[in-house]
């Protein structure tokens, strides 16, 4: 067994669970300020929908595979990026989306649906797109993924906390209005905290091997990045619109991510290495990408 398969970061039972509750929070406070609107709303501009949506499932996996084609990193460091390229877009997305002057309200209705579809779309992507990979494909039969387990795990994380929190929204919506103001911004923070705590756990290891990933890493996203912002370009969407699909498709869920790999795959090192430096590096260049788009004026203009 390769080295970098070896290794297990420090995630205990408990750890996993205390994720697994972070996650559903995350969840939860994104839904406090959803409404059925905004999955209506992606009709009032079908083609930034389709094209967001496009960008994010077909597009992103796609490419991922082709971008695995051609480094030929480590098996388990390819399954890691097609496990993240699979995931849906990331719960801070609708705040850089609104840092940037983008289009904060497709990012929502995006982040809705797409949410809903990862449901389906995370299992069907690993599997189809890892398969068809000798190397990844090898990986699947070791472990026996089974996607209708990893669609209850997926349904349970992140479909019901995002129903109950848009429940409370429709019933009691000055509550939720009060409750998200605290909830969304604190469920980031303790997300923030458990990452920089698993960090400082597991030192040792990404010393030892974030040679491995500190290229890889860095070029996926600003390929899934690339992705979105072009792909909103070639269909002729504003440059607000641009920015948002843009950060949509390039800031996945790698907390969801950790979460599978822990689960359907024994928390294989390679597979954790990739999901647990893409997030903290896609916060990063969300954050920097943001920043320099809030300071082009015409992205603020077009966003009006």
């Given at each position: 067994?390769?080295?970098?398969?070896?290794?297990?970061?420090?995630?205990?039972?408990?750890?996993?669970?205390?994720?697994?509750?972070?996650?559903?929070?995350?969840?939860?406070?994104?839904?406090?300020?959803?409404?059925?609107?905004?999955?209506?709303?992606?009709?009032?501009?079908?083609?930034?929908?389709?094209?967001?949506?496009?960008?994010?499932?077909?597009?992103?996996?796609?490419?991922?595979?082709?971008?695995?084609?051609?480094?030929?990193?480590?098996?388990?460091?390819?399954?890691?990026?097609?496990?993240?390229?699979?995931?849906?877009?990331?719960?801070?997305?609708?705040?850089?989306?609104?840092?940037?002057?983008?289009?904060?309200?497709?990012?929502?209705?995006?982040?809705?649906?797409?949410?809903?579809?990862?449901?389906?779309?995370?299992?069907?992507?690993?599997?189809?797109?890892?398969?068809?990979?000798?190397?990844?494909?090898?990986?699947?039969?070791?472990?026996?993924?089974?996607p209708l387990s990893m669609i209850e795990t997926i349904v349970t994380l992140v479909g019901l906390p995002l129903v109950l929190g848009m429940l409370v929204n429709y019933f009691f919506p000055r509550a939720a209005e009060l409750i998200s103001k605290g909830v969304k911004p604190m469920s980031v923070l303790i997300f923030l905290a458990f990452i920089a705590m698993a960090f400082f756990n597991n030192y040792q290891h990404f010393v030892e091997h974030i040679g491995k990933v500190a290229f890889l890493v860095p070029v996926h996203n600003a390929i899934a990045l690339g992705i979105g912002f072009f792909a909103a370009r070639w269909a002729g969407l504003s440059l607000a619109d641009q920015h948002t699909i843009s950060i949509e498709t390039g800031i996945q869920n790698s907390g969801l991510g950790l979460i599978l790999i822990f689960r359907f795959f024994d928390g294989m090192g390679g597979m954790a290495l990739v999901a647990a430096w893409w997030g903290i590096w896609h916060i990063v260049s969300g954050l920097v990408l943001s920043l320099l788009w809030a300071r082009w004026k015409p992205a603020a203009t077009l966003a009006k």
């Open positions: 067994m390769n080295s970098i398969d070896a290794i297990r970061l420090n995630f205990n039972p408990q750890s996993l669970q205390v994720l697994n509750w972070i996650l559903a929070f995350l969840m939860f406070g994104v839904a406090l300020e959803l409404k059925w609107i905004d999955f209506v709303r992606l009709k009032d501009n079908p083609r930034a929908s389709w094209v967001g949506i496009a960008s994010q499932f077909l597009l992103l996996p796609a490419i991922t595979f082709l971008l695995v084609w051609v480094l030929q990193p480590h098996p388990s460091l390819a399954l890691g990026m097609l496990l993240v390229a699979a995931c849906p877009g990331g719960n801070i997305s609708n705040f850089l989306t609104h840092l940037a002057g983008g289009n904060t309200a497709l990012s929502i209705s995006l982040t809705a649906v797409g949410t809903v579809l990862a449901i389906f779309t995370t299992p069907v992507n690993i599997s189809v797109w890892a398969g068809l990979y000798a190397p990844t494909s090898g990986l699947l039969r070791e472990v026996s993924l089974d």
